[in-house]
């Protein structure tokens, strides 16, 4: 397997109503997704590990003001320029989704779940989506390198 850098993109503001609890909540769970890409031998990388730094040495910004604007979204799609493909977690969030409609205009791959990742199934946590991945795996009859060249790469079209 080919290390991969991957951008985790999720919602970071959406749904949250700008709550500071919340909004970490959100980072934590991109975070603890990256630690699993990690593990399964890839380089993860998120918008807000680089852009929520970069705020708080201009001064601080809340989101929606234009210090905020000027940097949280503009870093991200610096980063997917650098990365090799994105894996979009969590609920609706018009960020994340930009971040994959973009990777897929640059022609990167789009994974839709952890499971999807190369190497990363057996690095993650044994989750409801991961035995059902497994269970799916065992009743496929191809070789496992024939199920891993199959469609891992979803494009997310309706998706959320």
Excluded: W
Excluded at 24 to 53: C, D, K, S, Y
Excluded at 83 to 93: E, H, K, M, Q
């Amino acid at each position: 397997m080919h290390p991969l850098m991957i951008l985790v993109a999720g919602p970071y503001r959406a749904g949250t109503g700008d709550d500071p609890a919340k909004l970490a909540e959100n980072v934590r769970a991109m975070n603890e997704v990256a630690l699993v890409l990690f593990r399964a031998g890839h380089l993860p990388v998120t918008g807000e590990a680089l852009a929520l730094p970069l705020l708080e040495a201009a001064g601080g910004a809340a989101p929606g003001d234009p210090l905020f604007d000027e940097l949280f979204h503009p870093v991200a799609e610096r980063l997917l320029a650098r990365c090799d493909a994105v894996l979009r977690i969590g609920g609706p969030s018009q960020g994340a989704d930009r971040m994959t409609e973009q990777a897929r205009a640059q022609g990167k791959p789009v994974y839709a779940a952890l499971a999807d990742v190369p190497g990363a199934r057996a690095a993650a946590p044994r989750t409801p989506d991961v035995r059902a991945a497994d269970a799916a795996d065992a009743a496929d009859p191809r070789t496992p390198d024939a199920r891993a060249a199959g469609p891992a790469v979803t494009h997310l079209e309706g998706h959320r």
